[in-house]
């Protein structure tokens, strides 16, 4: 792990493809989460119906069960990928200032999108408006940092990283 410590990443050009490699599989999450979004609903009155259930339609409420195993899978996979996107973030020649802002949008929607489930099933049905937006922010921070790591990378320019 090296190669994550040092200012020459963009030097090393087996680095570069493994990463790039990573960044599809990153991208094909997003993609996968846009089909999740769409199961959900955009709207939300469409969240709190796969929340809550709709008894016009004979949907039924999410369990307590299905929730925790959709918490503990997002809680475990999600913090992975936002650790080493944001970690590869890091190295790019972006203002200190602006790398804080997006390590905590990105955590923090995160976080916010997986607690607004427990929030909309258990609390209130008004919560669905948090859970729609944090999915979206989300899913903005996801592509901004690969378009920012893809960017750094890939540049011409030979700066020193911005470290604060």
């Known amino acids: 792990m090296r190669f994550y410590v040092t200012k020459d ?8 493809l493994i990463i790039l490699f990573s960044l599809i599989f990153f ?9 999740f979004m769409y199961k959900i609903g955009f709207t939300p ?8 259930g709709n008894p016009e339609i004979f949907k039924q409420p999410k369990s307590y069960g ?14 992975i990928i936002l650790m080493t996107l944001n970690h590869l973030m890091l190295f790019s020649q972006l203002k200190y200032s602006y790398k804080i802002w997006i390590i905590v949008i990105s955590f923090s929607s995160c976080l916010l999108d997986i607690a607004s489930s427990w929030l909309v099933r258990y609390i209130s049905s008004g919560f669905s408006i948090l859970k729609v937006s944090s999915m979206i922010v989300e899913q903005i921070s996801l592509v901004l940092l690969i378009y920012i790591i893809i960017k750094s990378i890939y540049s011409k320019e030979n700066n ?5």
């Open 45 to 52: 009155s469409q969240v709190t119906s796969y929340y809550l």
């Open 160 to 164: 020193e990283v911005i470290y604060k």
């Open 66 to 79: 299905s929730l925790v195993e959709e918490t503990h899978f997002h809680l475990f996979a999600m913090g």
């Open 27 to 35: 991208l094909g999450l997003i993609v996968t989460n846009f089909l």
């Open 9 to 16: 990443l963009n030097k090393n050009s087996a680095l570069k």
